[in-house]
């Protein structure tokens, strides 16, 4: 038999963004009050409709940029000022995700440093920084529903984020160019929530081969006296991991 597209129901296809980022010692996500049904009124994800000519990698990349100014960082390249780690985290497809139609949603997780505080476009009523434990709840208290599933896709980028600076130099993601070990630590201590012993955390980032590289300049900006300064390394997997601590 011939093959009959009108056989199949059609569906759309979104790209939905985790975007992660460490603002005063706290792991925060990207969040948007919708300003539009379904759904209005409640915070969820920032994403959007992929267009007919975007493959899945550049409709993330241009919702990135919309909501954040933030453009893609190449890993072949040196890191602009206003780039970003992306890469895609899962596929969500339950057929009641979404009220008004079908729709299946590739999220994506982008990774930055401290950002400034966004502007809410589109749909959206406002835009906000949020301490992940406030979306997702903490010690057992439920925090209010975002829309659709994104209280799942935001669980699931968190601990993507979370398992993969274990084994990978990911955490210098969340950091400028240059940057303290102290820094370092802090971003590590955020994304886990835990509290880390400075000199074990310093003996083990400085000891593992391709991590940091010394830039040969210090830093007074966390105050005391001056910090050495690094930048990431050319290693992609930490060897030995960084093992995560019991919380």
């Known amino acids: 038999m011939p093959y009959d597209p009108s056989a199949f129901p059609p569906f759309a296809v979104t790209v939905d963004l985790v975007v992660l980022t460490v603002r005063r010692h706290a792991l925060c996500a990207l969040a948007v009050r919708r300003g539009e049904p379904p759904f209005q009124g409640r915070w969820a994800l ?3 409709f992929v267009r007919g000519d975007e493959d899945l990698a550049t409709a993330a990349a241009r919702e990135l940029a919309e909501e954040t100014g933030l453009h893609v960082h190449d890993p072949a390249c ?6 970003a780690h992306l890469e895609q985290l899962a596929t969500y497809g339950d057929p009641r995700r979404d009220p008004r139609m079908r729709v299946v949603s590739v999220a994506h997780l982008a990774l930055a440093p401290d950002l400034p505080a966004p502007r809410a476009g589109g749909d959206a009523h406002s835009v906000r920084w949020a301490p992940v434990e406030d979306l997702l709840g903490q010690d057992g208290e439920e925090a209010a529903p975002l829309a659709f599933d994104h209280a799942r896709i935001l669980a699931d980028g968190v601990e993507r984020a979370r398992s993969k600076i274990e084994y990978s130099s990911l955490a210098t993601a969340f950091c400028p160019q240059e940057f303290t070990v102290g ?3 802090r971003v590590y201590e955020a994304v886990w929530g835990v509290a880390l012993d400075p000199r074990n955390f310093h003996r083990k980032v400085t000891g593992t081969p391709g991590f940091l590289v010394p830039t040969g300049g210090t830093t007074t900006r966390q105050g005391g006296r001056p910090a050495q300064l690094f930048r990431a390394g050319g290693a992609t997997l930490l060897n030995p991991p960084m093992l995560r601590p019991e919380a």
Request: charged share 15%; no cysteine.
């Open 183 to 185: 820094e370092l630590r």
């Open 78 to 83: 040196p890191a602009p000022a206003n780039a």
């Open 46 to 48: 920032p994403g959007g």
